[in-house]
């Protein structure tokens, strides 16, 4: 199976003359210069992405996708697998924290089927991409064969193609996959040379004894897995077929000039893959939080993020950038209908 | 002039009951118990300041107090005194951060003039409620008379009988008054027995220099005021208008039920009056962002507040509150919304 055009091909940069034009504009809104803080950044960051004087986030679209992992057997959840297949009929009925979020914040939401162990009954909102009922124990051997990452990363690439499609602005792309921290810790470690001790977390609520299990198996996998770091081969071995759809999603996202709001430690694993394959892929990110997984900080410095909030957050799906997307919507009304010192004849700073 | 019976009186408390069972439903929503982080903890407090098991802040009500500062003749700020006067046009016209935000967000928004040297116009929107063009130097005098004192205190809280009348369950204060941040870093220092250097920034952009001189001007104020903690001494010696009408309109939410998502360092600076001077008045307080001006980390630290962001703004006006607020609407939308786990037929943590 082919990979992606989007996986092969750098991404176009932002537009350069839409930011500084930007930047300027800020200087002249009536309000102390720089006293709004982050969100002046972030409207000339979006103005540069979306090429406009008149930035907006809107449509959004939001994408979850789900998938199984393999190395579930070694016991590294708090959870049992057969939430992962739950969940997906959650997020169709309405009832998870993206699904709220999304219908609060009127942002269309796909749900994204990639494999699951549990069994999923036909369901409005969810697309069936099924790969396989579940990704590969990575302890023994890598976790998606190549025709595996390449479907993965060409589902990805399919959400951003719909997203554009639609007309959409903006793309908040979630996880859904019992075990997928380990999967997440143990690419991030292959990616960035660094202890697994330093990486994994708690996920959905272990213990310190699971904690400390949890990152011996993620030392197996990558004992298994050796020195390569090629975004590729890593994807592979240590992957989930939702994080390599992230992954897919978001150079898709950044070969269509479509900005995306980067969740937690799942989706961050999934753009320094993205980053790692295509580094101009990191000007098309935004980071919406700092999730409580201990892990997020290493991975978000390696991308010299700072995300926009820092609220102990660690669901998944998608939800910390849903709940940072009102942030987006109020630095770009901001910088688009605030007035100008001339306009509304207010003085400027003594001695100016 | 007499005071408020709301800064004479002691506040209700919120309804414990509320609260517990709101943080019994956090448990069984389909989401690892603790994975939304500080949005639950909100939840549960709106849920017992609301004293519903369905909390929510809407509709809510954005006041913005504009008065002078007798302080500006001392040269402590980077903006000429005339901004205050030509501000609150802005806000009428709808050119304003605040105003821009109060409309995005759907919540209503009045400008209370308290008295600036500038004119003003009649304007849309505007309650004027004159006391003195502007307070007196407090270097070298009281800023405030007992009776202007009193007038502020009941500006403010006659604005909360007016959000309570109109159904409001949100309070937003917001301040307007070039030179305030000198005189919410004297309260400050005088409530909390702090040196200037700890508390004085550069406001609207003042540089070192100018700092510095700040810093000087208010010692010497602090030298006039001397030793006096009482909140009412303290409101008289160094407030402004705006302060101490946000001071009143914070009691007399807490009086009547009302939440209120405080600002930066000036809101913060009023609170800390009302809470010294009602200590029930604190539970009522949600604390929205951390101000860029230093001070604030000293007056948060006082009133033991976390903010939700901490986005470098220092604008004033209420508009850090106004950014914050649909993260109280997150909050309480996946706290009424969400399915729980009996609900959707999700399974819980494995052996539980």
Sequence with gaps: MALPQSWLTPPPGPSGKHAAIAAERQQVLTKPPGSLGQ????????????????????????????????????????????VTAQMIANFAAGGAAISVMAKQLGASLEVVNLGTVGEVPELDGVIHQV???????????????????????????????????????????????????????????????????????????????????????VEKALARH???????????????????????????????RIPVLVDGFIVSAAALVAVQRQPGARDWLIFAHRSAEPGHDAVLEALDATPLLDLGMRLGEGSGAAVALPLLRAACALHNHMASFADAGVSGKSGE
């Design 39 to 82: 969100l002046e950044q972030l409207a000339i960051t979006l103005a540069g992405l979306t090429g406009s004087n008149a930035p907006t986030v809107d449509p959004v679209r939001m994408v979850v996708f789900a998938g199984d992992h393999g190395v579930c057997a070694e016991g590294v959840s708090a959870f049992p697998q057969a």
């Design 131 to 217: 790969i396989a009922p579940s990704t590969a124990n990575m302890v023994e051997t890598p976790a998606l064969s190549p025709d595996q990452v390449a479907a993965a990363l060409t589902s990805g690439d399919q959400a951003a193609e719909r997203s554009a499609n639609a007309g959409c602005r903006l793309f908040i792309g979630g996880d859904m996959g019992i075990g997928n921290t380990t999967s997440a810790a143990a690419l991030a470690c292959a990616l960035l040379g660094l202890p697994p001790e330093r990486l994994v977390g708690p996920g959905t609520g272990l213990n310190r004894e699971g904690v400390t299990h949890k990152a011996r198996v």
């Design 226 to 256: 050796g020195n390569d770091r090629d975004a590729l081969s890593v994807l592979a071995s240590l992957g989930g077929f939702e994080i390599a759809a992230l992954a897919g999603a978001i150079l898709g996202c950044a070969a269509r």
